[in-house]
């Protein structure tokens, strides 16, 4: 459940430390790979040995050990992680990250993150129901940080009520249900081509055209991020592959076809790719010397319509289909006619006339052309394009269900 998932686990002050090493245990168990934290009053309930011998994992527990700085900054520690958990989670280092206090490695780790984090407090019931306290829970809170617990019952202390940590399997829990909510799209497949296609004309040179990729890899990306199977067919681009995406690499448009088809199945399609319209007839098998004849002439054949070919495909039809209309004019009626030519569900219409720096450049500015109408987008990055349509993919296949 929790595979290829990394933890930053910061283990604090507290009785309830000792039920952590259970943790790692319950975590790793699902898959997932615990890399541990161990503040100074962690110390003195649990060893950096027990944590280090069942995370089989190095235990960082000094912000100024140059050995760690070296090996592991404490920026990259919380980068490395796809979530950090604070159990158990102390009074004290509540109230200091609500504070955005940093004054070891735990609470540093905490402030450099831009990762999620979820806390499961452990304290004396006065502790937990304590103004301060609360007050700082709802600070976090309102940051978008998550809580496990705590439960009621008996405490160390003697006491009665709320503030005993969550049990080891509880908090592995929400752990789980913490990716199965940032992942609605897990076990979709999506299929996103990108890029220009070159078109050959002999060994050395080809026909292409400016489009840098930057709007399907980020598509891509943001499809892989919400946890979809997702692989990406692209053309010749300067970009580096987007993490978690499956990639195929092609030239041609023929060679980005026949990628496309072997990619299927897939529930969603989206065809960003600027596939070149046409291609020279007959490729030379040489390269094309000047031979006082004058300069060739290269005839032109029409390429395969990727987005068209894969939308008719009465077995393959992916249950959304999505193009891109690139247009320099009359922008949403081109849209709406090459949304019925080619058979998809949506198009997303944008005028690329070279004053906009759409083609090639970071910003888009889009018109969603689907059978219900026309949503006009504002004018953003190619990364929140991306985002928003990942979100509307996700809405879609969801009401699908
Ligand atoms: N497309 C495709 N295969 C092609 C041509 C285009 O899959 N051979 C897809 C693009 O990825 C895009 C959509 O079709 O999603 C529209 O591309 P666009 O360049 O706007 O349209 P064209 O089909 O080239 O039409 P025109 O040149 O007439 O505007």
Known sequence: MLHG????????????????????????????????????????????????????????????SLTDEAEMGHIQLSRDADLIVVAPASA???????????????????????KDVLFAPSMNVRMWTHAATQANLATLRERGVHFVGPNEGDMACGEFGSGRMSEPDEIADAVSDFFEDSAPLSGRRALVTSGPTHEPIDPVRYIANRSSGRQGHAIAAALARRGALTTLVSGPTNLPNPAGVQMIHVESAREMLAACKSALPADVLVCAA???????????????????DGVPTLEMTENPDILATLSASANTRPDLVIGFAAETEDVIAHAQFKRDRKGCDWILAN???????????????????????????PRMSKIDVADRLAERITEQLGAGE
Not at 92 to 113: C, E, P, S, V
């Open 274 to 292: 600027a596939v070149a319209d046409w291609r020279v007839g007959t490729q030379a098998n040489e390269k094309l010397k000047k031979n006082g």
């Open 92 to 114: 004290d280092i509540l109230a200091k990250a609500a504070q955005g206090l940093a004054d070891d490695l735990a609470t540093t780790a905490l402030l450099a993150t831009d």
């Open 351 to 377: 005028d690329v006339s070279p004053e906009t720096g759409t083609f090639g450049g970071s910003n888009n500015t889009i018109h969603l052309v689907s059978a219900a109408g026309v949503e006009d987008w």
């Open 5 to 64: 998932k990394s933890i930053l686990l910061i283990v604090s002050g507290g009785i309830a430390a000792y039920k952590s090493l259970e943790l790692v245990r319950r975590l790793r168990e699902r898959g997932a790979s615990v890399r541990c934290v161990l503040t100074r009053g962690g110390a003195q309930f649990v060893t950096p040995l027990s944590l280090s011998a069942l995370s089989e994992d190095k235990v960082y527990t000094d912000l100024f």
